[in-house]
């Protein structure tokens, strides 16, 4: 695939990797460095994603993981008070695939509470927290759903690891990767400096 014709693949999905990890396109804009409307023209047209994006771009998905990763580590049985304070602060819990693998759990280990709770549990994941008082009152909710024991740890760490796998597979899909590796991402983008064996 030509530098071109990847560049345009990437801006295909823009949109794509963006409702992955549950940004708006004012949250997509922040974490590339660009501008909304251009984030708007790209979704529009796909050519329109130059290189200096699409390295941005990989470095922003990257970094959603990674983060996502050190949650998970941050996560201690013996630490569920802080609970509501790791979830506030992990950026990748407003991925709608977040919210399915989190009900999952919930649904299999607590079927009734989770019927009743619902709508606390969908408007506490799958929803980005752009104010200051938007997040006071989804720390407020997730507080309630730990002291009704319904967030417990062994349900909590299930829905964040399925969600980082099925995050990264469609990754891989998406920017076209064998594995998730930036030296494969480069080799993309630049094609033609990709040294031949001899």
């Not at 990797?17 to 460095?33: H, V, Y």
């Not at 529009?44 to 771009?57: H, I, N």
């Not at 990748?92 to 695939?97: A, Y």
């Not at 799958?126 to 009704?148: F, Y």
Request: net charge positive; charged share 35%; with cysteine.
């Amino acid at each position: 695939m030509k530098k071109e014709e990847y560049l345009e693949y990437l801006g295909l999905h823009f949109e794509k990797i963006r409702k992955l990890f549950g940004w708006r396109q004012e949250d997509a804009a922040i974490r590339i460095g660009i501008s909304r409307s251009k984030v708007v023209a790209i979704e529009t047209d796909p050519k329109k994603l130059s290189e200096s994006e699409a390295k941005s771009l990989f470095l922003a998905c990257d970094y959603e993981v990674y983060k996502a990763r050190l949650s998970i580590k941050k996560l201690k049985k013996e630490n569920l008070k802080n609970v509501s304070s790791l979830l506030s602060s992990t950026a990748f819990i407003s991925s709608p695939i977040f919210l399915s693998a989190v009900v999952g759990v919930l649904a299999v280990t607590k079927p009734s509470i989770v019927a009743k709770l619902m709508p606390t549990i969908g408007s506490v994941f799958g929803s980005i927290w752009a104010t200051a008082s938007a997040r006071k009152k989804k720390e407020k909710q997730i507080n309630e759903l730990t002291k009704e024991k319904v967030l417990d740890y062994e349900s909590l760490k299930a829905g964040m690891e399925r969600t980082i796998e099925e995050i990264e597979k469609d990754l891989l899909q998406i920017f076209a990767l064998e594995k998730w590796d930036r030296f494969e991402f480069y080799e993309k983008v630049h094609p033609d400096l990709i040294l031949e064996e001899e």
